[in-house]
């Protein structure tokens, strides 16, 4: 199999990535998250494409200086075209065409979906196919059953709220910031996860879709009827450790079911939310109690990140050929999931 070494660019969301990647070494990893948002409790798209404007050049010039190459030393380019916000992968598409013209170099269109699903690969122990991916992240909950690089089906996805989303509404509820989910999890290590009863949506039907926005509900309910004059500071993390299990029990619950359905022996959870410590270890002591192996790429590559879009990208390249990626004819595309998603799929 040829060896590519390329430059890749994710800005799909907050935060402005470039990696360098030859084959699925990562020479550089370089990345800048969008602090400006936290004072809104969310990313606003406007001041998200201004961000990535001004950072784009001096991210891709670290990446590259750390890498230790130059433009002129690549084979090819990669850029994340879809899902995300419009103005955000407008900002990364165009500069990656701009280069591409310059330097005369093919450039591969990456899905970020695809990006977490296979960030595994990025690991020492790849996974094998075929394996279940569950990509839980700010924007996305999804469950794919992944037969190869190119082949793989969507079981279910959210119907509402990302698991993250609902991490990060429930954490601005509660007054703890944004991003909301580190600081939930954090704040969930001191806490009681019984303390509450909080709602399981979705855990029993049969399909294997998502929904996260009653839960947030749930959680604003139960603060307008105990704490109208705010969260005492001692019973915070009970409500977060309460919380969070309900998001955690919900998404493991489901996938492990579907897990067995499929007969899969692999199980790999990537996205901003498989860096959460309870989900990990929840997953993890499931896994051995079911002989089933759970790969969850480090937390670098957890969260959005232009390494893995390298990845997808270098798998692209071996498989058409740099010449099929040289028309630049493509465009971005913030198509959500939902809208694309076919009804059930199945595994085999
Ligand atoms: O994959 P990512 O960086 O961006 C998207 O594609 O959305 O994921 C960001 C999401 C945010 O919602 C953030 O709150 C969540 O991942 N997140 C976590 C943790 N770290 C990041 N959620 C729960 N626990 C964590 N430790
Ligand atoms: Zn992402």
Redesign the pocket.
């Known amino acids: 199999m040829p060896q590519y070494t390329l430059l890749a660019i994710e800005t799909s969301?907050d935060?402005t990535a470039a990696a360098v990647v030859r084959g699925r070494e990562v020479l550089s990893n370089v990345l800048r998250s969008q602090l400006e948002h936290q004072r809104y409790g969310g990313v606003v798209p406007e001041l998200a494409a201004r961000a990535h404007l001004q950072s784009i050049i001096p991210i891709v010039r670290e990446a590259l200086q750390r890498a230790g190459l130059g433009i002129e030393q690549l084979d090819a380019l990669a850029v994340t075209t879809e899902p995300g916000l419009i103005g955000s992968l407008l900002v990364g598409v165009n500069f990656a065409k701009g280069l591409a013209l310059r330097w005369n170099l093919p450039l591969v269109p990456v899905n970020?979906l695809e990006g977490?699903m296979f960030s595994g690969f990025l690991e020492a122990e790849p996974p094998e196919f075929p394996f279940l991916a569950l990509v839980v992240?700010?924007?996305?909950t999804a469950l794919f059953w992944v037969r190869s690089f190119a082949e793989y089906s969507l079981l279910g996805s959210t119907r509402d709220d990302a698991a993250?989303?609902a991490?990060?509404k429930i954490a601005t509820l509660l007054g703890l910031g944004y991003?909301?989910?580190?600081a939930?999890?954090r704040c969930a290590m001191r806490g009681n996860p019984q303390a509450f009863s909080f709602p399981r949506p979705l855990l029993n039907d049969p399909s294997d879709d998502f929904s996260f926005s009653g839960l947030k509900s749930a959680v604003r309910a139960l603060l307008q009827r105990h704490y109208p004059n705010g969260v005492p500071e001692e019973v915070l993390p009970d409500l977060c450790a309460s919380a969070q299990a309900a998001i955690v029990e919900v998404l493991v619950r489901k996938t492990l079911r579907a897990a067995r359905r499929c007969r899969a022996r692999t199980i790999v959870v990537a996205?901003?939310?498989s860096?959460?410590?309870a989900l990990r270890r929840q997953f993890q002591q499931e896994a051995l109690r079911l002989g089933l192996r759970v790969v969850f790429p480090q937390t670098v590559y957890c969260?959005?990140n232009a390494a893995m879009i390298g990845l997808v990208a270098h798998e692209k390249l071996c498989q058409l050929g740099a010449e099929a990626f040289r028309t630049l004819s493509f465009t971005a595309r913030p198509t959500p999931l939902r809208a694309r998603s076919v009804a059930q799929q199945r595994c085999h």
């Open positions: 969301c935060e970020h977490h992240s700010g924007g996305h993250g989303e991490f990060d991003p909301g989910g580190p939930i999890d996205g901003g939310v860096a959460n410590s969260l959005d």
